[in-house]
């Protein structure tokens, strides 16, 4: 009778047994995370490990380690060698520590190279990087005309309407650059590029010259002009730009700007491993 009511319970109270199953879900999720995460740092430890193996580190059945290395070795973290039956660590783990080494190596890299620049040009200088759909800066430098300008530190700013987003833009695979283009380009001024014909000949125009512009796409009165930044292999992996308003940068500082700003971005791939 007891167990006949405890079940009546449960069937009226629909929400307090879909949280209690949500809760369960919840735990099982983060342990298999945790667990996965265990298996990694296994390999990293051991060099390469069998089944067996990992399911003692882990204190788990062999049934559940092999599929967190199935889950694993479809995500690339993870890869077996046919002959021996281990695993070891693959090439996703340092694709993943290579983007995150980038981003390490810019940040300190570049410290002497947007110092110089701002100081030199006494605007304010940023390094960019590819944020899936977004350009985020990671490093400013500001000069002395710019006091008073904005903290770009952290934004993420749109690929389209900035001068580091489109030299971004334009050196990314052509296949993800198209499918960015296929979206809607949102408009920020009334000079803001909407047009994805047109905004493509403007990156053809940032392969061939060197360096992208933009006056007044983003911000009303903001000006700026960005370059790329290559890693050892020639692939763009950043873009380091020079903002500020636009009675600053006009049409005749522009030009002078655009090749300071490509030799700061030369310099600093050069620090990064560009041209060895």
């Known amino acids: 009778m007891a167990r006949t009511q405890n079940q009546s319970e449960h069937a009226g109270d629909g929400g307090a047994t879909t949280v209690k199953q949500g809760g369960r879900g919840a735990a099982s999720a983060v342990q298999s995370v945790d667990r996965a995460v265990s298996v990694l740092e296994i390999l990293a430890r051991l060099g390469e490990a069998g089944v067996t193996e990992i399911a003692d580190e882990l204190d788990v059945h062999k049934s559940t380690a092999f599929r967190l290395l199935g889950v694993l070795e479809n995500r690339g973290l993870v890869a077996q060698a046919k002959d021996r039956g281990k695993y070891y660590l693959g090439a996703g783990v340092l ?15 570049g410290v002497p190279v947007c110092r110089e620049l701002a100081d030199e040009l006494g605007e304010t200088v940023n390094i960019a990087v590819l944020d899936d759909d977004a350009a985020v800066n990671i490093m400013q430098a500001r000069g002395t005309a710019s006091v008073t300008a904005q903290n770009w ?29 296929a979206r809607p380009l949102p408009r920020f001024t009334e000079r803001t590029i909407t047009g994805a014909s047109m905004l493509r000949a403007e990156l053809e125009a940032v392969v061939e010259q060197g360096y992208g512009v933009t006056v007044e796409e983003l911000e009303l009165g903001l000006a700026a002009v960005a370059a790329p930044v290559r890693a050892h292999d020639g692939k763009v992996i950043a873009a380091i730009s020079v903002s500020g308003p636009v009675y600053r940068l006009n049409s005749d500082r522009l030009p002078e700007l655009a090749k300071r700003t ?12 560009y041209g060895f």
């Open 262 to 273: 490509v030799a700061a971005g030369a310099e600093l791939s050069r620090r990064m491993g």
């Open 153 to 181: 530190l952290g934004r993420r700013t749109p690929l389209h309407a900035t001068s580091s987003g489109k030299v971004l833009l334009a050196h990314m695979p052509p296949t993800l650059r198209e499918g960015l283009l």
């Open 95 to 109: 694709r993943l520590a290579g983007a995150a080494a980038v981003r390490l190596d810019i940040s300190q890299e």
